[in-house]
């Protein structure tokens, strides 16, 4: 819900002069989001929205859409051509000199990009600075309230109780000396989510063998792999229950088809959960210490246990993904492999923290959420995996 007091508080805590949000035809996710404007359906003309961080907000829309941002506070401005539109943008931000918008230097940061180069330089043209909305875009759009919480919680019972069915089901048709295919453990799946009142973007991973050394590999029916007796299985998956503002749970775990499993298997494994304590244990330091701490901080806490033992070149992904309404969310990420994340890890956001080592014959991920709450304790679901599963023990 959209929260005046509470944004212009933000700004004057970032040391910005005002938000100025824009949306053109449903491009700004994150401004429709903190404009109450997701649920409605985007209009077809260019509306703009200034919040100081102190006094009264600006709206700018267009003659034919007059009535677009009038649920918001605010004096409204109506313009008809370009150059009105130009001109109202220059009003509504006199007087200012940082102002954030959805936009990341040099793209540093795609999750926030989302206002176009040419709307950048004409807001710069009236004597702006164009700063970067990212940690707004957290505190207003990627933290969560205790109902979430809540939700992501009952997501979790329902994403461990699925490994729970996928190790019984590939136990009862491979301890015969059966099989069972990929996508039939990933049918089995997304049942398992229908069942209990979930729902899920897309379908989980399930890979076997070279398969689970693929961190993106996803199963086709008469393309996918029957996993049998001796062979090595990595399962990720993620839901959300099935309702408005429903948050996602997204874990990954590993299992061996056999009544024990080989060494090789739990080396690595060994490696990659020490790279994810790890990353907890520096997210629980610097939030017990008050000290601000960023994404990128926590990539090179895991990545450097995972260089350290020589596997440095086999982990291939950012360590963590910002978790929200999207599994992948727009809050911090953890990473500063695909991106150098400078937002702040902030109080009632979660991530994950999934570090993974890839080879051609397996790979192994080991994947739990982190979530913060408003008292700075640091949550980790989903249950820290300490050893590889034995499929087929007793």
């Given amino acids: 819900m959209f929260d005046l007091d509470a944004i212009q508080r933000s700004l004057r805590q970032f040391g910005l002069d005002g938000w100025l949000l824009y949306d053109f035809r449903g491009s700004n996710l994150l401004a429709r989001?903190?404009?109450?404007l997701d649920a409605k359906p985007p209009g077809s003309r260019r509306i703009f929205y200034m919040i100081p961080a102190r006094g009264e907000p600006k709206k700018l829309v267009h003659?034919?859409?007059?009535?677009a941002l009038d649920h918001l506070p605010g004096e409204k401005s109506i313009y008809?051509?370009?150059q009105d539109l130009e001109g109202g943008v220059g009003r509504m931000t006199a007087g200012t000199t940082r102002v954030a918008m959805e936009y990341a230097p040099r793209v540093s940061n795609p999750y926030i990009s989302k206002v176009d180069a040419g709307t950048i330089e004409m807001v710069r043209a009236h004597g702006i600075e164009v700063a970067s909305s990212g940690d707004l875009v957290q505190e207003f759009e990627a933290t969560w309230d205790e109902d979430q919480w809540r939700m992501h919680l009952e997501a979790e019972a329902c994403t461990t109780s699925a490994y729970d069915m996928v190790w019984k089901l590939i136990a009862e048709r491979t301890g015969g000396g059966g099989s069972i295919r990929e996508t039939e453990v990933q049918a089995a799946i997304m049942d398992h989510f229908s069942e209990h009142g979930m729902t899920t973007y897309a379908p989980p991973i399930v890979g076997v063998g070279p398969h689970s050394g693929d961190p993106h590999y996803e199963p086709v029916v008469g393309k996918d792999f029957e996993i049998r007796r001796g062979d090595f299985v990595l399962v990720d998956l993620w839901c959300k229950v099935d309702r408005p503002r429903a948050v996602y749970s997204d874990l990954t775990r590993v299992g061996f088809?056999?009544?024990?499993?080989p060494e090789k298997y739990e080396t690595i494994f060994a490696i990659v959960a020490r790279a994810r304590d790890a990353a907890v244990s520096l997210v629980r330091s610097a939030f017990a210490e008050g000290r601000p701490l960023q994404g990128w901080e926590v990539d090179d806490a895991c990545r450097k246990v995972i260089a350290d033992a020589g596997y440095g070149d086999y982990f291939v992904h950012r360590t963590g993904h910002n978790i929200g309404q999207e599994v992948h969310g727009n809050g911090a990420h953890m990473d500063n492999l695909?991106?150098?994340e400078e937002r702040l890890v902030l109080r009632r956001t979660c991530f994950s923290v999934e570090p993974g080592i890839y080879q051609a014959?397996?790979?192994v991920r080991s994947e739990i959420?982190?979530?913060?709450?408003?008292?700075?304790?640091?949550?980790?679901?989903?249950?820290?995996?300490?050893?590889?599963?034995?499929i087929l023990a007793p």
């Fill in 361 to 363: 014959e397996f790979g």
């Fill in 33 to 36: 989001r903190i404009l109450d």
């Fill in 80 to 82: 008809l051509t370009w």
């Fill in 257 to 261: 088809v056999g009544e024990s499993v």
């Fill in 369 to 390: 959420n982190v979530f913060v709450d408003a008292q700075g304790a640091v949550h980790a679901t989903g249950g820290l995996q300490r050893s590889v599963v034995p």
């Fill in 338 to 340: 695909e991106t150098h």
């Fill in 63 to 67: 003659r034919i859409e007059p009535a």
